[in-house]
């Protein structure tokens, strides 16, 4: 059989990442004897009507689509120009996008829909099709089968595949130079602003972003558990995998994507201490610690392995909002563990989100406290809170009625152009609370230029804070403008894009 898979791309963050659930699933089909091609969108930014020239070529027998939910805006007019253009093909799609099933149903043709993990379902979905075999109950594991106008879903949610004896991607299918590059260049972005660190890696080391570990115990309520179930490999082959990226592809760091590496303390530490005897000289960055487990042991562990940095995943300085997030962290453990991380020289990248539910001045200026107190501007990094369909958050969401159900649709498009409608927060408004948010972070900056005694910083950002503070302050009228306008804005880019994509498939149908 032969297979096409469409890595689906994101609005363009500067970053680029390789979609490495796509080739996960290429592999599993080249394991079983199929032939894959990839169009890689990501990287390439195809035009819809690139993709149907190269498949009308290639003639594939199965094609599947693949990405997360910011994909979607891309997602939907591609899936009803590939049914009208290739209508016996079957549609398969897979990822973080299939969080939005129902939408997926009602909106598209698709004919399958693989939750969570893709190895064990794409194998049954591929030996039934190849073999001729109907596929109309829904049985696989994982697998929503399109029956009529909906999809009859699986008995069993999703299945997990044992992730010590799946191959490792097929990254061939990608132009690896291009993501190194891309990874490379922002590892050097954090390393420049760290001169002890930098020094020590030196100028030359490629970075490349690989999963080891799948899946999360926790379920903090902004966060979509696609893979419900926490696993690790085994270490040799975590080592084997690592090696295989370091020698094929001369990387000798790696941005470590895993949801909860050290989610298994003992695992880990033996991790660590495998990759310090068997891939020396190995850098890491990882984004995924957790305060509550980062422990004195597993740092020093970590430092010695090669960590240069370790995510923290504050979220906030207030115990009200990280109960509210079910965090199941508190506010101390929190300052412990970045001053463990700081302490070791390893970079604590602590991420906050602000605009939780529950929160008001008083929780903001303790989030204000808590930065101040433990990091400075290079450490941290500021989002607010978006309700992605499935997490707890977007349930809600719509209880609390601030999402209608009939509205979920334009609301899943807006999250993809990365407008957030949504405001949990205690505040009157989305804009009052990123005003509140905005003057924040400009106190910060004050702050942080009189504590390092940068005079000609402080005046420039003075100046700055005082005009909008000003603004602000004016009976509100900046804000409302500007909520105003930009709701405007928003609502002429949704009704254009929505015109354009119902315009293309019209002359498409001319064709
Ligand atoms: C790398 C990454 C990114 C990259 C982009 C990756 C890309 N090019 O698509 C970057 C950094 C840009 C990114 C951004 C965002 N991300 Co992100 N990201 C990840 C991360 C850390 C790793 C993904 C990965 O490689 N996983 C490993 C592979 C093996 O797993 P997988 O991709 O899920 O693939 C498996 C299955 O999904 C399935 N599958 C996948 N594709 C296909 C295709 C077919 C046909 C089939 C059958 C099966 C299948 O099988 C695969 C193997 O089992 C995950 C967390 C995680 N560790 O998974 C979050 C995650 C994917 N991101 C998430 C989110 C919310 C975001 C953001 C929207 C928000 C944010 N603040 O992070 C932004 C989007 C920004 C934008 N501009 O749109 C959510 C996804 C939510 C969702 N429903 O899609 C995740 C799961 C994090 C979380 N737990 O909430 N992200
Ligand atoms: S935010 Fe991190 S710790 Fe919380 S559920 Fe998601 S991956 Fe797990």
Redesign the pocket.
């Known amino acids: 059989m032969k297979f096409t898979?469409i890595a689906l791309p994101?609005?363009s963050?500067g970053n680029q990442?390789?979609?490495?659930?796509?080739i996960?699933?290429a592999q599993k089909a080249r394991d079983l004897g199929h032939e894959v091609d990839l169009i890689d969108v990501?990287r390439y930014r195809h035009l819809n009507e690139d993709i149907v020239k190269e498949i009308d070529m290639t003639k594939p027998d199965l094609i599947?689509?693949?990405?997360?939910?910011?994909s979607y805006y891309y997602f939907e007019p591609l899936a009803a120009l590939l049914k009208k253009y290739f209508p016996k093909v079957p549609l398969?799609?897979?990822?973080?996008?299939t969080?939005a099933t129902d939408l997926i149903e009602k909106y598209t043709e698709v004919d399958y829909l693989?939750k969570?993990?893709?190895?064990n379902?794409?194998t049954e979905l591929i030996s039934r099709l190849s073999s001729g075999q109907r596929l109309d109950r829904g049985d696989i594991p994982g697998l929503f089968v399109r029956a009529g106008k909906g999809f009859s879903p699986p008995a069993v949610e999703q299945s997990y595949p044992d992730i010590s004896n799946v191959s490792f991607p097929a990254y061939d299918l990608y132009d690896m130079d291009y993501y190194i590059e891309s990874s490379t260049k922002n590892a050097y972005r954090f390393l420049k602003l760290y001169p002890e660190l930098h020094k020590k890696v030196g100028p030359a080391v490629r970075f490349f972003?690989v999963?080891i570990t799948r899946g999360c115990p926790y379920s903090c309520s902004f966060?979509?558990?696609?893979?419900k179930k926490y696993r690790h490999p085994t270490i040799d082959n975590a080592i084997a995998h690592l090696k295989t990226v370091k020698e094929r592809y001369g990387c000798s760091g790696i941005s470590l994507?895993?949801?909860l590496v050290v989610a298994d303390k003992g695992w880990f530490l033996e991790f660590c201490d495998a990759l310090g005897d068997k891939i020396p000289g190995l850098y890491v960055f990882s984004g995924s610690g957790r305060a509550n487990l980062l422990t004195p042991e597993i740092i020093s562990h970590a430092k010695k392995a090669g960590f240069l940095r370790f995510g923290c995943g504050i979220e906030s300085g207030s115990q009200t909002i990280l109960n509210n997030l079910h965090k199941q962290v508190t506010v101390e453990q929190n300052y412990a563990a970045i001053k463990l991380v700081k302490d070791a020289g390893i970079m604590a990248t602590c991420n906050f989100i602000f605009g939780s539910p529950g929160e008001n001045k008083k929780t903001l200026r303790e989030t204000e406290k808590f930065i101040m107190e433990t990091l400075d501007p290079r450490d941290y990094a500021v989002?607010l809170a978006v309700a992605?369909?499935?997490a707890p958050l977007f349930k809600y969401a719509i209880e609390k009625g601030l999402l209608k159900k009939e509205g979920i649709h334009d609301y899943v498009l807006n999250i993809s152009f990365?407008n957030y409608p949504l405001n949990f927060s205690e505040f009157s408004s989305g804009t009052k609370l990123w005003g509140e948010v905005n003057l924040m972070q400009s106190r910060l900056k004050v702050r942080f230029a009189w504590k390092a005694r940068d005079y000609s910083l402080l005046v420039d950002i003075l100046l700055k804070h005082l005009i909008k503070e000003a603004l602000y302050l004016m009976y509100g009228i900046a804000p409302r403008a500007a909520q105003y306008l930009r709701s405007t804005y928003d609502d002429m880019r949704l009704h254009a894009f929505n015109r354009k994509l119902r315009e293309g498939l019209k002359d498409d149908s001319k064709k």
């Open positions: 898979l994101i609005k963050i990442l390789p979609n490495l659930g796509a996960a699933i990501i599947g689509l693949s990405g997360i939910i910011t398969v799609v897979g990822g973080g996008i969080c693989i969570g993990e893709g190895e379902a794409i972003p999963t966060c979509y558990r696609l893979i994507l895993d949801e989002n992605y369909p499935g990365g």
